[in-house]
């Protein structure tokens, strides 16, 4: 498998507060893509952190890099209740083309 | 955004029929892809294709399972025949470029039922 410890967890919040999700995986990548699938939808692009970045922000987006152990997070500030989805990392697995996803972070964000 | 449109939403058949899944991907994208999602849960990666061609594709990518896009209509799976753990929600994709640096642009699926 791709994956060590899992990031499938499910995480329940209120509103306005911050929430971070790890992923972690085994094999070396050159990227980790977060994607955010919300209910009936397919998934789609939050942020992307290469290789050779610790730490990535977008809006109220913040990713981290860890290649040391393997290891990368997403975290929200400012949760709102659109914010609930189940989030996904992915990886490329040492550079093959193929994005292979992680089993996913389900949030929930009570307004 | 972009948008990648899939068709049907939902599709019921029974088992050892055939069954062909179809995508509309964003009209300029290059690389194309199909994933397969069980109850909401990982995303698995099927295949990806490029030029005619596939260029990977995963354990889960059987013998009874074909992929094609001819002249630039829709991109399509096709499963023949289907097996009872094909039931799944089965999610279409595009790129415009096949590094795993691009943005993948996905559909909103086609759940599929064998019954």
């Known amino acids: 498998s791709q994956w060590g410890e899992e990031n499938l967890q499910a995480l329940s919040i209120q509103e306005g507060e911050d929430v971070t999700m790890n992923c972690s995986y085994k094999?070396?990548?050159?990227?980790v893509q977060w994607y955010r699938q919300k209910s009936g939808k397919g998934p789609a692009q939050l942020i992307l952190?290469?290789?050779?970045?610790r730490e990535k922000r977008s809006g109220r987006l913040r990713a981290t890099l860890d290649t040391s152990s393997q290891s990368s997070s997403l975290s929200i500030t400012g949760t709102l209740a659109t914010d609930t989805a189940v989030y996904f990392c992915?990886?490329?697995?040492?550079?093959?083309?193929?994005?292979?996803f992680g089993t996913g972070t389900t949030v929930s964000v009570s307004p | 955004g972009p948008k990648v449109l899939q068709i049907p939403s939902h599709q019921i058949i029974d088992m050892g029929q055939m069954v062909t899944l179809n995508c509309d991907p964003v009209?300029?994208?290059?690389?194309f892809y199909w994933y397969k999602q069980i109850l909401g849960q990982q995303m698995e990666f099927l295949v990806n294709?490029?030029?005619?061609?596939?260029?990977?594709k995963s354990k889960l990518f059987k013998d009874q399972f074909s992929v094609e896009r001819p002249d630039g209509s829709y991109f399509t799976l096709k499963i023949q025949p289907t097996a009872l753990e094909d039931s799944a929600v089965y999610f279409c994709?595009?790129?415009?470029?096949?590094?795993?640096?691009?943005?993948?642009?996905f559909g909103s699926g086609t759940r599929l039922t064998v019954l």
């Open positions: 994709a595009s790129s415009l470029g096949g590094s795993s640096a691009e943005t993948l642009y």
């Open positions: 094999t070396y990548t050159t990227v």
């Open positions: 952190i290469r290789s050779n970045e």
């Open positions: 992915a990886t490329d697995r040492q550079g093959g083309r193929a994005l292979i």
């Open positions: 009209s300029n994208h290059l690389y």
């Open positions: 294709f490029y030029n005619g061609k596939v260029m990977e």
